[in-house]
């Protein structure tokens, strides 16, 4: 995905959210974003994958709200589901 996105319109996120929901996204409750818990063997791929989401996230000007959770876990959030090109773990 390259450039910038677009605000999706309710029939293009109804479009798209069950493919999400099928690959374990989520709409979090209260607010416009949906979210993914990445677990990962140590803290190393962890943070690899976060470098990589970083790179993604700079070419597409969003930045995600995030968390690493005891070295292990990372918890993604993304503001506009139509942003989402993020590698799988």
Request: aromatic letters at 12%.
């Amino acid at each position: 995905m390259a450039g910038k996105a677009h605000r999706l319109s309710a029939e293009e996120r109804d479009q798209l959210l069950p493919n999400l929901r099928a690959v374990g996204w989520n709409e979090l409750e209260g607010r416009d974003a949906i979210f993914k818990q990445f677990h990962f063997k140590d803290f190393n791929r962890a943070f690899g994958f976060m470098t990589r989401v970083a790179l993604q996230a700079e070419k597409l000007d969003h930045h995600p709200e995030w968390f690493n959770v005891y070295n292990k876990k990372v918890y993604l959030i993304l503001a506009r589901a139509e942003e989402l090109a993020v590698p799988e773990a």
